[in-house]
């Protein structure tokens, strides 16, 4: 059985969503958690007493991502609490969907790539600046960074660098027996654009098609690997990249 007892979980946007399901099983595999929001800090509560529940110490942090101090204040706060991070996964971020190439705006591109890009790249910055040797960081990206899809250029290039990064941070930082991978997504039923079951039903409809297994992805189906990345059985596990998507095509 996986165990995490004494160590120290960071995970960004878990409030909700892939975020709150991977606090939770981090949790519940003994580790002391933090809580990251920016701004639904009624969720990030609800979160909070979940995990606590779980008999774990956890706090929750206000830091949006999307500035660097920040971002540094949720790693001095959380070494202040804890006295050390164990695991960090960059899994904030935003979705825009159904936008041709031709159709984003300046405002559209600049929010997306400053909470998805360079929020995660800093976060992981962070993590790398911060973490225990032996350490994990975990880059949840997307699987529109593996598979193009009509309507998301910006929101899959803005998950794109991040993933880069992933390659070049395991290498720079492995000696010290850090592992960095990053989970690639399928899209996620109730979570992000899908949290409403009646939402894009036509990219719903088309999502599901390309999916051998017919159906989207459910946050414990990410979870599972995220729990994976951040045991000893991915001590020797570097650098990669695993897609969460039941063989789907996009």
């Given at each position: 059985?996986?165990?995490?007892q004494?160590k120290t979980?960071l995970?960004t946007?878990?409030?909700?969503?892939l975020?709150?399901?991977?606090?939770?099983?981090y949790a519940?595999?003994?580790?002391?958690?933090?809580?990251?929001?920016?701004r639904?800090k009624v969720?990030a509560?609800?979160?909070?007493?979940?995990?606590e529940?779980m008999?774990v110490k956890?706090?929750a942090?206000?830091a949006d991502?999307?500035?660097?101090?920040?971002i540094e204040?949720?790693?001095?706060?959380?070494?202040k609490?804890?006295?050390?991070?164990?695991i960090?996964?960059?899994?904030?971020?935003?979705?825009m969907?159904?936008t041709p190439?031709?159709?984003f705006?300046e405002?559209q591109?600049d929010?997306?790539?400053?909470?998805?890009?360079?929020?995660?790249?800093?976060?992981?910055?962070?993590?790398?600046?911060?973490?225990?040797?032996?350490g994990?960081?975990?880059?949840?990206?997307s699987?529109t960074t593996?598979?193009?899809v009509k309507?998301?250029?910006?929101?899959?290039?803005?998950?794109?660098?991040p993933?880069?990064l992933?390659?070049v941070?395991?290498k720079?930082?492995g000696h010290?027996?850090v592992?960095?991978?990053s989970i690639?997504?399928f899209?996620?039923?109730?979570?992000?654009?899908?949290?409403?079951p009646?939402?894009?039903?036509?990219l719903?409809?088309?999502?599901?098609?390309s999916?051998p297994?017919?159906?989207?992805?459910?946050?414990?189906?990410?979870a599972?690997l995220?729990?994976?990345?951040?045991?000893?059985?991915s001590?020797f596990?570097?650098?990669?990249?695993?897609?969460?998507n039941?063989?789907?095509?996009?």
């Amino acid at each position: 059985m996986n165990t995490l007892q004494n160590k120290t979980a960071l995970i960004t946007g878990s409030a909700r969503g892939l975020g709150k399901a991977i606090a939770e099983r981090y949790a519940a595999l003994g580790a002391n958690i933090v809580v990251n929001y920016s701004r639904d800090k009624v969720s990030a509560e609800e979160t909070l007493s979940t995990v606590e529940a779980m008999g774990v110490k956890a706090i929750a942090i206000q830091a949006d991502v999307s500035k660097v101090t920040d971002i540094e204040r949720l790693f001095d706060e959380t070494k202040k609490a804890f006295g050390k991070i164990d695991i960090v996964v960059a899994n904030a971020g935003i979705e825009m969907v159904e936008t041709p190439v031709t159709q984003f705006t300046e405002e559209q591109f600049d929010r997306l790539f400053s909470i998805n890009t360079k929020g995660a790249y800093f976060t992981m910055q962070q993590a790398a600046k911060n973490i225990e040797d032996n350490g994990r960081i975990i880059y949840i990206a997307s699987s529109t960074t593996a598979f193009p899809v009509k309507g998301m250029a910006v929101y899959g290039g803005s998950k794109t660098t991040p993933r880069y990064l992933v390659d070049v941070l395991s290498k720079e930082i492995g000696h010290r027996g850090v592992t960095v991978n990053s989970i690639i997504p399928f899209a996620v039923d109730h979570s992000g654009i899908f949290v409403d079951p009646s939402a894009y039903p036509e990219l719903r409809k088309s999502l599901i098609e390309s999916c051998p297994m017919g159906r989207l992805a459910e946050v414990e189906d990410v979870a599972n690997l995220a729990e994976f990345f951040a045991s000893d059985l991915s001590s020797f596990v570097n650098g990669q990249h695993l897609l969460v998507n039941g063989g789907a095509t996009q």
